[in-house]
């Protein structure tokens, strides 16, 4: 007697609930967070699809990305020039255009549908002081112009410090967004940090009272 064999269809459990956003994101964003609510929305939507995130960050899509990312934008100078070096999902670069309008960013990143992506959220969110470039660092040609460099989870410090120092003006910042190892990071990189002249670096716990992690940056000037 033959046993016949049963498929039985099982319910996708593979992707996660979102978060629900928190109260926090209208204090953050101000008068800009409905446009937080569209990159976020469609992040959520596509993010897992095309590859820039994955199906477990979505229930901290808010607190881990969105909210952390948008935390620094104080930090940045009104009408400066700031670039983001490997901008991958538009973070922290696209929320950071999101707070800070005032500010012109330049999203740096080398892969082709990524810098697809980031073009279409910079045009559906009408984001006009919003610049996207496709390469690497090290492939920036316009030399040491910009006000200042921001990254986010792109690599540790003595290996970030090469790519982003080079783009920046005398007297100009790295604000590269860190986890709870940046102090280890400043440690690690004592000889890059003076190789490339930087001064006054230290590490700035942002977001504390709005976020249930801080954002740790690496701040510096260089010369």
Known sequence: MQTATRFFAVADVSRETPET?????????????????????????????????GPLELPRIWTRHILNSA????????GSRVGDIGSGAGLPGLVLAIARPDVNWVLIEPME??????????????????????GRGEEWSEGSVLDAVTARAVSALRTLIPITAPLVR?????????????????AAAEKTIHRFRLSN??????????VEEPTRVIRATVR
Request: proline share 3%; hydrophobic share 45%.
């Open 71 to 78: 935390v620094a934008a104080p930090l940045f100078t009104g």
């Open 170 to 186: 005398d007297g100009g910042e790295l604000i590269l967004l860190k986890g709870a190892n940046a102090a280890n990071e400043i």
């Open 113 to 134: 549908r990524r810098v697809a992506w980031l073009t279409e959220q910079a045009q559906d969110l009408q984001l006009e002081n919003v610049e996207i470039v496709r």
């Open 21 to 53: 956003e928190p109260g926090s994101a209208a204090s953050v964003f101000g008068d800009r967070v409905d446009l937080a609510r569209r990159f976020t929305a469609a992040l959520i939507a596509q993010g897992e699809e095309r590859g820039l995130i």
């Open 201 to 210: 670096v230290r590490v700035e716990p942002i977001g504390e009272g709005m």
